[in-house]
């Protein structure tokens, strides 16, 4: 059950904290500005040491003048007085200052604006009882409250190893701003110390965002002049839009555009007959970033630091192309990125003489440092605790009662079970929530939403574009594309991957173990490595995908020419462009993620493919790829039928590990990029595929991963296993590997041959 709060209202807490964290945060606040207070004394302390007119009465009267310094120079430098606090004089003070912080020497001030973080920290806790009993995420915050850096780095490397990446932001995610504000205050660089007063006595919230990070810092990465293009939904999508307007209708349009690049402004004739207007903005996509939309990490981060930012420019632009009349209501809702590129406009107050903006509601956006320019606009913002997303304003989460930037807000700062990163930042996940556990937070906005519930009378959905950047994948993804029909639906080829993680590992087999696997292609000749057939295990992490993201596991056999086979022929195919080489895989066995690309697999590419859960993990040369048993239990086509449910219902198996790839990829050189050549087959022909790539990957002579199946007959039921284990490749190391950690590729549809 989720918890929220809203500005007006206290916190509650559903593990009986409520009282002890508001206590403990209104404590933080009376600290935080007792140390405010104590910078501003050693400011003048300072500030008078080095005035001319001290050294000037000091000549005059030397036994007073120099008594008085000696005294300001103990009040600033022991720790009885205001620590080592010479570094607010600035000049060459200042630096004497900055010397001394590096060497370790800590000030009055930021000794307590530290506890005023721990205090907050320590509320944070009372709300989160999780965190407290989490032992990875204690030796963290002890390491970080103690100013023990390599600790606090182990304690973060050994979390992120215990909770994978995802789960370790989203465990930080509640604690996010006031660890990052305790280790800037507490190390030893004195360049950093503003970001950590910022958070700490909520400046953060008042000016531009804490990170140093400001537009110009990006100007090289996101030079995107904005363009908008109207384009058109197709029928399925046209009906899935709501038809009255309503808070839950705008979020599930929003969710329905995805984060390709699209936006929607919609016309509502409300209740008393007036029409109004709403416009409503999806987040960014995952992944790397796209050069041909806004919508990416990029962007996000653009749009959080410049209120000009492309994103933003794209809006006004098809604002701009609809024609919204001068002077109309308009409401905006937006998650994500969205929310904060439709806070840029809230907050220009040119764009608020134009139109009347009335409401505005973000879901899952850092907005807290941002304010309308309109005074009248209503503002609903909602967040996950867990999200790590909304700290970026640095605010921090469940601290709404230690800094109210906006008390006029209405405010949904809630816990929720979805813990992991980013799930709990998709717009899905927050739709969930406020349909099942915020109830009083739904009605409460659409009741503040009640003038543009009406009827929608016209629909009209934008595409954003960074007119200055090439398209996505270009040159590569530069092709024409061919609509295709499926047994999972449509489908484009050539399949275009964007954005993937692939490694291809080699073994070396005994012939006679890869004959079999070949038995229906006779006329296939194995490529030799000396008296043993070499053989390619390759997984995918498919993150941005014509497709549709998914996961890939394959298993094939290297072959010769299919007509004539020379020895080597793959080692001489190498030299050769791919369409005119004639060697390649021949695809035995694949595991992927998805209906669609089990589909595709199928009859596009003629390769065995069958549904599986399959995790593919490449971090910091680290290969993780674990294969677990089929969320259907559904035969494929050349299986035969299971006679009895699984243990978990019709037609479901109960999940367990069967295979794991793991291990240390090794030292590498890099390598160019190398097309491939694909067989694989159907009833009556074989299905030749080419794929082509761009990049460059790495060659790993000595790696150190092995592969291991599960014992027990379990694990024999999935062909992809029953291969490997034929193969004898159960424990084995792979020969050498080729990895690509940003990988892209294209690839068409296969051709057939007659054999």
């Keep these: 059950m989720a918890s929220q709060h809203h500005a007006g209202a206290a916190h509650p807490d559903g593990h009986g904290g409520a009282g002890t964290a508001q206590l403990l945060r209104e404590v933080a606040l009376e600290v935080s500005r007792s140390a405010r207070d104590v910078l501003g004394a050693s400011t003048r302390a300072a500030a008078v040491l080095t005035s001319p007119r001290l050294a ?64 907050r920290a320590a509320a944070v806790l009372t709300e989160h009882p999780e965190l407290g009993r989490d032992a990875g995420m204690r030796r963290l915050m002890d390491a970080v409250a103690a100013d023990r850096d390599v600790d606090a780095l182990r304690a973060l490397r050994a979390l992120l190893k215990d909770k994978g990446a995802e789960r370790a932001m989203s465990t930080l995610a509640p604690l996010f701003a006031e660890l990052s504000a305790i280790r800037a205050l507490l190390d030893e660089n004195p360049l950093n110390d503003e970001v950590g007063w910022q958070i700490a006595t909520g400046e953060a919230l008042h000016a531009d965002p804490w990170f140093g990070i400001s537009a110009r810092h990006l100007a090289a990465f996101d030079d995107g002049e904005g363009a908008a293009v109207p384009v058109t939904l197709d029928e399925e999508d046209r009906r899935s839009l709501a038809e009255r307007g ?13 984060t390709d690049g699209r936006i929607l402004i919609q016309d509502v004739r409300g209740p008393d007959g007036v029409l109004r207007h709403v416009l409503q903005a999806p987040g960014m996509a995952p992944g790397k970033p796209r050069n041909d939309s806004p919508q990416d990490f990029v962007g996000a981060w653009s749009n959080l630091f410049d209120p000009e930012s492309p994103y933003t420019r794209g809006i006004l632009l098809a604002i701009d192309e609809y024609g919204l009349p001068e002077g109309a209501d308009l409401a905006m809702i937006g998650h994500s990125e969205g929310g904060i590129a439709l806070m840029n406009l809230a907050q220009n107050s040119e764009f608020c003489r134009r139109f009347r903006v009335t409401h505005v509601v973000a879901v899952g956006s850092p907005i807290d440092n941002k304010r309308p320019a309109d005074p009248r606009t209503w503002v609903a913002s909602v967040t996950n605790q867990h999200d790590l997303v909304p700290t970026l304003d640095g605010r921090g989460a469940g601290s709404g ?75 590569l993804m530069a092709v024409p594309v061919t609509p295709v029909a499926t047994t999972a639906g449509p489908a484009e080829v050539p399949v275009r991957y964007y954005d993937s993680t692939a490694v291809v590992a080699f073994f070396a087999v005994a012939p006679t173990a890869a ?27 498919h993150r941005c995908v014509s497709l549709g993201a998914y996961n890939e596991m394959s298993l094939a056999v290297l072959v010769n020419d299919l007509w004539r086979p020379r020895p080597y022929d793959v080692v001489r195919d190498l030299l050769r462009r791919a369409d005119t080489r004639r060697a390649g895989r021949q695809v035995t066995a694949l595991a992927v993620t998805t209906p669609e690309a089990e589909a595709v697999s199928r009859e596009l590419w003629g390769q065995p493919a069958r549904r599986a859960l399959l995790d593919v993990r490449l971090t910091a040369n680290r290969l993780r790829a674990t294969l677990t048993e089929p969320l259907l239990t559904e035969p494929a086509r050349d299986e035969p039928a299971a006679t009895e449910a699984g243990p978990t219902g019709p037609g479901l198996a109960e999940p367990g590990p069967l295979l794991d790839f793991s ?23 074989t299905l030749r595929t080419l794929v082509h790539c761009a990049g460059r990957q790495r060659f790993h002579a000595a790696p150190r991963l092995r592969l291991r199946c599960a014992p027990g007959p379990a694990a024999d039921e ?38």
């Design 401 to 475: 009662t230690v800094f109210t930037p906006h008390p006029d807000w209405y405010e949904v700062d809630y816990i929720d079970a979805s813990h992991d990163f980013p799930l709990c930042h998709s717009l899905g996940t927050y739709i969930d929530n406020l349909e099942a556990d915020l109830p009083e937070a739904r009605r409460d906005i659409d009741d503040a939403l009640t003038p543009y519930r009406g009827q929608v009378v016209r629909s009209q959905v934008y595409q954003l574009k960074d007119r200055a950047n090439p398209p996505q994948g270009y040159p």
């Design 515 to 541: 004959a079999p696997l070949l038995s229906d292609a006779s006329w296939m000749t194995p490529t030799r490595f000396g008296r043993r057939v070499l053989v390619a295990l390759s997984v995918y992490e």
């Design 56 to 119: 000037r009465s000091s000549v005059r009267h030397p036994r007073s003048g120099m008594a008085a310094q000696w005294a300001l120079v103990r009040a600033l430098t022991r720790d009885t007085g205001l620590g080592f606090a010479v570094g607010a004089a600035g000049g060459a003070l200042g630096r004497m200052g900055q010397a001394g912080e590096i060497c370790g020497r800590e000030s009055l001030a930021n000794r307590v604006a530290v506890t005023s973080l721990r205090l």
């Design 663 to 685: 291990g240390d990829l090794g030292p590498y050189v890099t390598a160019p990029r190398v097309d491939s050549v694909l067989y694989g087959r159907t009833a009556d022909a």
């Design 718 to 755: 999935h062909p992809l296993l029953r291969q490997i284990r034929a193969l004898g490749l159960d424990g084995a190391r792979p020969l050498f590997v080729l990895s690509s950690p940003v990988h892209q590729a294209r690839r068409g549809a296969g051709a057939p041959l007659p054999r």
């Design 246 to 258: 309503s808070l839950m209708g705008f979020l599930h349009n929003i969710d329905l555009l995805r």
